[in-house]
């Protein structure tokens, strides 16, 4: 049985530069806080935990002085670095490139359309550590839609800007958009202004057509990512859209040996948040039970 594992898979620039970071600073020191998991995969996020990365949430900010805290690539919202100010604490600075484009984006875009009146609508998922940093750069003001079901927020007599979370999913972002220009033609007023603003992340959404080809010559798919990945979900939809013999796992011990009944070849894939170390696990225990 051949095993293959995707070559486009694995940690996206963002997700390499921030743990290079932590892994860097570790080497001299005993310990770093990082604010929040550094990466959607609690295998990586074990691993450094092992080196000494110490991972906090926002409460403990608030207590913590004098001390070193890494931000990760999600980014944050402008209130996290008020109070580091404060609280005399050096924040070293992970946030993905593309992610503070966005920030800039939408902090530029809230001052401009609360000038008529105006809604910044985020595709996104509420809660998550990116739509958060990016909620705060409109004061908390934007409207958070996740789907259709929430365009009930919009006022759709009112003008709108909307951005999506840098890795959603291409197909589910123009869906969403086209239904609101729909809703905003409803309403025949010529003065509403609707800008759609193109925030996917290319490296996040390219690949989405390459695991689908990836899905298509391999009999069974082994998607590997950690359970709090938006695009780990996403991705590992797309495989299960071309290939049904498409499995998620988070770790080798989730596998299951009927999975590899009567199969040729496997795929191993994975999020942008996976490691390729994980992968190579994986495809050595698919090896000694398949």
């Known amino acids: 049985m051949k095993i293959t594992i995707d070559t486009h898979s694995g940690f996206c620039f963002g997700v390499v530069y921030a743990i290079e970071m932590a892994e860097d600073i570790l080497r001299n020191e005993d310990s770093l806080y990082c604010l929040g998991d550094i990466v959607h995969n609690n295998k990586e996020v074990e691993r450094l935990n092992a080196l000494g990365l110490k991972v906090i949430n926002h409460n403990d900010l608030h207590y913590l002085k004098d001390c070193k805290v890494l931000i990760r690539a999600h980014g944050e919202p402008p209130s ?8 005399n604490i050096q924040l070293l600075d992970a946030s993905c490139p593309v992610v503070l484009k966005l920030q800039n984006q939408i902090k530029g875009g809230y001052e401009q359309i609360k000038q008529i009146n ?7 998922k509420e809660g998550h550590a ?14 958070i839609v996740a789907s259709v079901k929430d365009l009930d927020k919009i006022d759709f007599t009112k003008s709108i800007y909307i951005y999506s979370q840098t ?17 905003v033609k409803m309403t025949a007023n010529t003065n509403i202004k609707y800008i759609v603003n193109d925030t996917l992340c290319r490296q996040v959404s390219g690949r989405e057509p390459q695991l689908k080809r990836f899905s298509n010559i391999n009999d069974v798919i082994i998607f590997v990512s950690g359970r709090k990945s938006s695009n780990g979900k996403m ?19 989730e596998l299951r040996s009927d999975w590899f009944i009567g199969a040729n070849s496997v795929g191993i894939c994975g999020a942008t948040s996976t ?8 495809e050595e225990a698919i090896q000694k039970i398949a």
């Open 275 to 282: 490691p390729r170390w994980l992968m190579e696990s994986v």
């Open 167 to 183: 890795t959603k999913s291409p197909k589910a972002y123009q869906e969403i958009t086209l239904e609101i220009e729909k809703r």
């Open 80 to 87: 996290t670095y008020e109070l580091a100010l404060k609280n």
């Open 130 to 143: 990116e739509v958060v940093g990016l909620l705060g750069q409109t004061n908390n003001n934007a409207i």
């Open 235 to 253: 991705l590992y939809q797309s495989c299960k859209d071309e290939n049904h013999n498409s499995y998620f796992i988070s770790d080798v011990d």
């Open 118 to 124: 105006g809604q910044v609508i985020i595709f996104g």
